[in-house]
């Protein structure tokens, strides 16, 4: 039976830094479950999971497919052959329900969660937020469709319970506004909340709202970055590095970076690096006051060009030790600069490396130590 497109239209949106980020973070924690409800809440933002799969190899398996389904947008049906591939490797023949439905069912929940994990990221800087209906147009929720347009404070209670998705198959969304007008533009305006909209039924469910979705997904992790920092340093370096690549590159960072609060974990240099210097962590954090004399001596870097700063470690032309710093260099000699420098330092503890200086170079300085390392290498042949 063919997939109705409003069933899948919400799934393959195309993805963004901080949806990815959010995914990957789940990554490093693959959770074997029975159930759906072993994990409740907010444990999703933290753990990957798929109900039933109980086997570290066959979770990470699933894991991978979800994940290209969701950074790659290659849809549907190249899932279902993954699921299917999965299937027959592990002999999984026990999974609930049928085919169709459950692998629809994994990738829509994983899609349209972490979808709705990295806009709360971006809807940080908005005062009013404006909720969109955006079910299915065959078997729309009459209490969905009676929120659409409804706009009220980030600040409302009404957003920690009713911040969509808001069930199995949901693909409401939520916009931001700096003030009414722009909410109006944006199908919003409407500020009166339903009679009895937090008043549970029966069963404890609140209207409108399937059992087990009366939560935010991303919420732990929506002060930028925090609560992901500890993890970096245990995943896989390859995971980690883009992982952090995925924040610096998204609007968290450049929000961050305009006014700091507390460490941004920026770049994670090499175990053997780590070893020399005598740190018991790889991953170096930016911290408040770096960032605030960094704008004021290099004004000329702005947030985005943050972003290289793990290729001059991953690809420095030079490096040297001044005490417990680590100075990085990478030489690219262009017409518009000469490469960067990259220096980290780590604390008297071991126990954290920061980033205490990330500059230009200049053409005129990288040509200058090219000449002089080419002309030392001449010499000691």
Known sequence: MAEHPSIVSGIFRQP????????????????PTEKWDD????????AFMVAGATRADLLSDLAQAVQKAIEDGTGLEEF???????????????YTGGFGWRTRIILNTNAN????????????????????????????????VALDGLTLP????????HYPPNGWGCHCYVVGAEDMDMARMLGGGKTELPEGWNKPDSSGNLPGID???????????????????????????ELSVALMQDWIQSDSFARWYENPTGPWPLVRIPEADAKKAGAGTQVATLSRETAIKQKKKH?????????QAQSVINYHTAMSEEGSSLIYVRESVTEQAGGHVLVVKV???????????????????????????????????
Request: some cysteine; overall charge positive; charged content about 25%.
């Open 211 to 237: 059992r087990g979705w009366d939560y935010q997904p991303g919420k732990t992790l929506v002060c930028e970055n925090k609560g992901l920092h500890e993890k970096l340093n245990t995943m896989p370096e």
């Open 299 to 307: 004004p000329e870097i702005r947030a985005a060009e943050y972003g």
């Open 347 to 381: 604390t008297k503890s071991g126990q954290s490396i920061f980033v205490t200086s990330f500059r230009r170079l200049s053409r005129k300085q990288a040509a200058r130590e090219k000449e002089i390392a080419r002309l030392l290498e001449k010499g000691s042949s």
């Open 154 to 161: 980030s600040s409302h209670l009404f957003w920690q319970t």
């Open 113 to 144: 969660t972490s979808y709705a994990a990295g806009r709360l990221a971006q809807l940080q800087k908005f005062p009013l937020w404006v909720y969109r209906h955006n079910d299915s147009v065959l078997h729309p929720r009459p209490h969905h």
């Open 39 to 46: 994990l409740w809440h907010n444990e999703h933002d933290k």
């Open 16 to 31: 963004f830094a901080e949806q990815v980020a959010f995914f990957r973070g789940k990554l490093a924690n693959l959770t």
């Open 80 to 94: 279902r052959s993954s699921f299917s591939t999965c299937v027959q490797k592990y002999g999984w023949k026990d």
